[in-house]
């Protein structure tokens, strides 16, 4: 079946420290990938996404690259904030077929100022 | 630019109630996605629809139905509501097609008492 591992939280940083939070995947067929970021009291909201192995998705300073021959797509940013402070979900769909999405169980990240 | 819409935001019911909850999708997105968000854990599909008709369906109870209508918002209805059934419901959008990313509405919090 399809599945998403994350690394297991709550991570806990201080500002300005760099940041890493591990995704692997199982899937049946080729997935695109996500990271959904979900702020307290808010809903989900895309990051960044790649469709391809070898792509790198990034926004508002976090990456991610797609990694086929690790299946994973660890999530990085070099310099955290307090406004950073979330729940962030790795996240696959299958191009063929459904559309729907199949999260990781979430990392909650704490930034200390 | 406009946005899922959800409604209501907050709802308690009591056991064995029923509960609507509605979702207005992007303007021109034809398809739409529902997820159940348990406390502490990730979002897990519902049920999707395209262009009215049900296109895929994940671990929705048997108590529960959905439905999309022509103007493309769509409704889950949950009868006999349990306990276990308080949870945050997301609603996504998106136009039809692997390269097009969903979009999620706040969500509605059901707390069943």
């Known amino acids: 079946g399809n599945s998403v591992t994350q690394m297991e939280g709550p991570v806990t940083l201080s500002e300005e420290a760099f940041l890493t939070i591990n995704c692997t995947y199982t899937?049946?067929?080729?997935?695109?990938l996500f990271w959904y970021v979900q702020y307290p009291g808010e809903g989900l909201q895309l990051l960044l996404k790649a469709t391809k192995a070898d792509d790198k998705g990034s926004n508002k300073g976090f990456e991610a690259t797609y990694r086929k021959e690790t299946t994973s797509f660890h999530l990085e940013k070099g310099s955290v904030q307090v406004s950073d402070s979330a729940v962030y979900f790795c996240a696959l769909r299958i191009i063929q077929g459904a559309q729907k999405l199949v999260f990781g169980q979430g990392t909650r990240l704490t930034i200390n100022p | 630019a406009a946005g899922v819409i959800q409604s209501p935001r907050h709802l308690i019911k009591e056991k064995r109630e029923t509960a609507t909850l509605k979702c207005y999708p992007i303007?021109?997105?034809?398809?739409v996605y529902w997820y159940q968000q348990g406390p502490g854990q990730d979002p897990q599909f519902l049920i999707s629809?395209?262009?009215?008709?049900?296109?895929d369906k994940g671990s929705i109870p048997d108590r529960f139905s959905a439905q999309q209508f022509s103007d493309y918002h769509s409704e889950l209805n949950m009868s006999s509501l349990e306990l276990g059934d308080s949870a945050l419901y997301f609603c996504?959008?998106?136009?039809?097609?692997?390269?097009?990313?969903?979009?999620f509405g706040p969500g509605t919090r059901l707390t069943v008492t």
């Open positions: 629809f395209y262009e009215k008709m049900q296109s």
């Open positions: 899937a049946t067929g080729y997935p695109s």
């Open positions: 303007p021109r997105h034809d398809t």
């Open positions: 996504a959008s998106s136009l039809q097609g692997a390269n097009y990313e969903q979009y």
